[in-house]
């Protein structure tokens, strides 16, 4: 075992969740009369902060950001959530890690309050030792949320590794003071994007893979 304690990122690492997210932001931009943007451009924000996307990416002012999450969210809170499905393998990596004694951990910025339906409804609740999400003020940033993780688990830095699809990962990992994983299946990095010479210790493409890396 070569790490202690796995903490994973989900949108984009555990499970495909892009049909519910992209619903979501689309709904978002209608019930505020905006243009829906392209495909192309709600792909590439997966997996990042829901505050920070809105504002930098779609550019509403902060006011209109909060008001477009609130629909999103609640879109999310009828819909989305059940809008997903877990990677192929994906539970035998959970399964195996647990066998093996690993400290599983679970660190996203999608709402906390969306975590326990969405784990229960895929059935990999139980994988889970802790499980963080973004607060209803988005304001955690990816860091907090793997150190949370880490308060809740004991776990040392040094002995603990982020599993995650995007650069959103990447730097929360680095700001933690813990390993990185980077997988090229899900939303963010493409497969011979990722190196290992660019802050990842290890670089999976998929499930198999991500399990022998691991272990």
Do not use: W
């Not at 451009?41 to 950001?65: C, H, K, W």
């Not at 969405?118 to 030792?129: E, H, P, R, S, V």
């Amino acid at each position: 075992m070569k790490y202690q304690t796995v903490i994973f990122d989900l949108d984009g690492t555990i499970a495909d969740t892009s049909p519910g997210i992209l619903n979501c932001h689309r709904y978002a931009h209608q019930m505020l009369g905006r243009t829906e943007p392209p495909e192309e451009i709600l792909r590439g924000v997966i997996g990042g902060p829901l505050l920070l996307t809105y504002q930098s990416v779609f550019n509403f002012s902060e006011q209109d950001a909060r008001q477009a999450i609130a629909y999103y969210r609640q879109r999310y809170a009828e819909k989305g959530l059940y809008e997903a499905a877990v990677y192929p393998g994906m539970e035998q990596v959970l399964g195996s890690l647990k066998k093996a004694g690993c400290q599983i951990g679970l660190a996203t910025l999608k709402a906390e309050r969306f975590l326990e339906v969405m784990l229960k409804n895929m059935g990999i609740k139980d994988y889970f030792d802790a499980v963080y999400g973004m607060d209803d003020a988005d304001r955690r940033t990816k860091a907090q949320l793997i150190e949370l993780c880490m308060c809740d688990l004991k776990a040392a830095p040094v002995s603990t590794v982020l599993v995650g699809d995007s650069v959103h990962d990447q730097d929360g990992a680095r700001c933690a003071g813990v390993a990185f994983l980077g997988v090229t299946y899900g939303f963010g990095f493409k497969q011979g994007t990722l190196s290992p010479k660019v802050g990842a210790v290890a670089v999976a493409d998929n499930c198999t893979q991500l399990l022998e890396l691991l272990l």
